[in-house]
């Protein structure tokens, strides 16, 4: 298991979002973690509960979501990860029929880590790319 903040930002996208391992967001984001940015309006989403349903989410509209860190820079506890991904929007959990569209999409997070969790992380993730790409908008 890695303790640095790379190799702790490489699990987080492996684990929680290419294997869909719900419980690795229990061991890897603090129950205090606030992440600003994925909620509501581009609001914060506080503790795994809170990140479980934002994971559930965009889950069930791209089952198949596959990301890929393009790269990581660390200082300390702190973790600024680029990454790209697709997925086929195959569910309505954005509140749109499933178009079966390929959709690909780039973002970027950067992450304060304590005690192998994430404590805060900052996200920046085309989202409305990915609704224009499922006709949402």
């Known amino acids: ?18 294997e ?5 967001i229990d061991e890897l984001y603090a129950d205090d973690a606030i992440a600003h940015g994925l909620g509501e309006g581009g609001g914060d ?6 990140f479980k349903q934002f994971h559930t989410t965009f889950c069930q509209a791209f089952p198949d979501m ?37 959709v690909t999409f780039t973002g970027m997070t950067f992450t304060r880590w304590e005690d192998g969790k994430i404590q805060e992380g900052w996200n ?3 989202i409305m ?3 224009k790409q499922v006709n949402a908008l």
């Open 1 to 18: 298991m890695p303790t640095n903040s790379e190799g702790l930002i490489r699990r987080w996208f492996e684990e929680v979002w290419n």
């Open 66 to 102: 596959q990301i890929t860190v393009e790269e990581v820079i660390t200082d300390g506890d702190r973790a600024a990860a680029r990454f790209s991904g697709w997925g086929t929007h195959q569910g309505d959990a954005l509140g749109v029929p499933p178009t079966g569209n390929r």
């Open 124 to 126: 920046n993730v085309d």
């Open 20 to 24: 869909k391992r719900v419980e690795a």
């Open 129 to 131: 790319g990915i609704l």
């Open 45 to 50: 989403v506080v503790g795994p509960e809170g």
